[in-house]
């Protein structure tokens, strides 16, 4: 359940249809809603309420979703930021994680998905976090869209790898387990330490440092 403790939303949406049902639903949640139907006039909301959080989404009228953030990014950091989209293009993915702080989701969106992604940005916003974190030089991860960026690229990790990360970040500077990463990277499987290894193999061949250590009989950690 999402605790808003009176944080303000503005939801950006040009489609009239699709942006009275979210902020019908959103109304669940939040106390302060402002409601804008292109980037102009999501600029003049966000100037007068200061918004904590906000929703855009990409294509519309005047100034496009990235164009508005991108504003909103050169003094403003904080604010957490949810894409919506009906592309899942490279293009837009990049953008979207170079301006930080941003959850991309692809329409359809489920009502499920929203509140994830809202919960997420209260939390960050709460403790003053990001879903991005840095890896390595050039080399950060996204928590929350499971994307791994390296010098501006893309990179495709298998399932197994992203699963490993995550848990991996989730508990930085502390060896996690071998019984730990099998129960939830392995889930119902059994992982033998072959396939382990080969998995950490594969996860550090993305990496330019050393931040994955083994401790023999213990298991492995990433420093970051």
Same mark, same amino acid.
């Given at each position: 359940m999402i605790e808003n403790n009176k944080l303000k939303l503005l939801y950006v949406e040009d489609d009239e249809i699709t942006r009275e049902n979210a902020v019908e639903f959103l109304e669940d949640y939040?106390?302060?809603i402002y409601e804008a139907k292109d980037g102009l006039e999501a600029l003049a909301l966000y100037?007068?309420?200061?918004?904590?959080?906000i929703i855009t989404d990409i294509q519309m009228p005047k100034i496009n979703g990235l164009e508005f953030v991108k504003q909103l990014r050169q003094n403003d950091k904080k604010?957490?930021?949810?894409?919506?989209?009906?592309?899942?293009?490279?293009?837009?993915?990049?953008?979207?994680?170079?301006?930080q702080?941003?959850?991309?989701?692809?329409?359809?969106?489920k009502q499920e998905e929203l509140v994830e992604a809202i919960t997420l940005c209260i939390?960050?916003?709460?403790?003053?976090?990001?879903?991005?974190?840095?890896? =390595?030089?050039?080399?950060?991860?996204?928590?929350?869209?499971k994307t791994l960026q390296k010098n501006n690229e893309i990179v495709k990790l298998r399932a197994k790898e992203i699963l490993l990360l995550e848990l991996l970040i989730k508990n930085q500077n502390r060896y996690v387990t071998y019984q730990e990463i099998e129960?939830?990277?392995?889930?119902?499987d059994i992982m033998s330490k072959d396939a382990l290894k080969t998995l950490v193999k594969r996860l550090k061949?993305?990496? =330019? =440092?050393?931040c994955i250590s083994n401790l023999s009989g213990v298991g492995y950690k990433l420093d970051v």
């Open positions: 939040f106390e302060f100037k007068q309420y200061s918004p904590d959080i604010t957490q930021i949810i894409i919506t989209t009906a592309y899942s293009t490279k293009e837009y993915l990049l953008k979207a994680v170079e301006l702080l941003i959850k991309y989701l692809i329409k359809p969106i939390d960050s916003f709460k403790h003053n976090s990001s879903n991005i974190v840095d890896i =390595c030089e050039n080399i950060s991860f996204d928590i929350f869209n129960n939830y990277v392995w889930a119902e061949s993305h990496f =330019c =440092c050393n």
